[in-house]
């Protein structure tokens, strides 16, 4: 509905930005990645990938730097018991790659409690929900995955619908991921490989 905001900055604050558009001041709710970039940069006109929430009492709009920032915070509220608050404390504690990661059993569920307000159980139902999504995540990527999807034939994701495809379950296909940092270039060698793991598991 809102794709995007461009206009003068005139405010940043921790969490929110003001940019005027049409001759009207509009806060925007923001990431510190967001906030950050700009206070570095400075520039007097910005643009930014936008999301409209409306809610029963209030209309807000939430704006980032980064497209596929907002491709993670829009993943996370399709996830159940996250809010817009939810999402945006999850995505202050983590890049999408990151959470992508943790997601792929690279990193330990326990990690997103960092994220101020996510518990225990909070962490374990999102890892499940973000597992289900993670052909939505396929490029949420760093600048070193970049490089070594470059020299390798597959991704993380190739990997896990394969082992799925064999009938492997989602626990036992982390955990192999995760125990396998350094696996062949070929996709075939790599799940040659992890079936070793899981076999020995």
């Known amino acids: 509905m809102l794709e995007y905001i461009k206009g003068p900055l005139t405010q940043i604050g921790d969490s929110y930005l ?10 925007v709710i923001a990431t510190q990645n967001t906030t950050g970039k700009f206070k570095r940069e400075t520039p007097e006109t910005i643009s930014l990938h936008t999301h409209l929430h409306i ?8 704006g980032f730097a980064d497209k596929v920032e907002r491709e993670a915070f829009l ?10 608050k939810a999402a945006i404390n999850i995505l202050n504690s983590f890049s999408p790659a990151r959470l992508r990661r943790i997601a792929l059993g690279q990193e330990p569920v326990t990690v ?11 962490a374990d139902r999102i890892l499940v ?17 970049k490089k070594k999807k470059d020299f390798t034939q597959y991704s993380p994701d190739d990997l896990y619908r394969a082992l799925k495809n064999l009938g492997y379950r989602a626990s036992e296909i982390q955990t192999a991921i995760s125990q396998s940092p ?18 020995k598991s």
Not at 78 to 83: A, K, L, M, Q, T
Not at 129 to 145: F, I, Q, R, T, Y
Request: hydrophobic share 40%; aromatic share 4%.
């Open 112 to 122: 997103l409690q960092q994220a101020q307000g996510i518990g225990a159980k909070s």
């Open 55 to 62: 809610s029963e009492n209030k209309w807000e709009v939430f």
């Open 129 to 145: 929900e973000l597992k289900e999504k993670l052909p939505e995540m396929a490029n949420w990527v760093d600048g070193s995955e």
């Open 18 to 27: 003001v940019v005027e558009v049409g001759g009207v001041g509009m806060k």
């Open 75 to 84: 993943l996370l509220l399709d996830c159940r018991g996250v809010g817009t």
């Open 182 to 199: 350094d696996l062949p270039p070929t996709l075939s060698e790599a799940v040659k490989e992890l079936l070793r793991s899981i076999g």
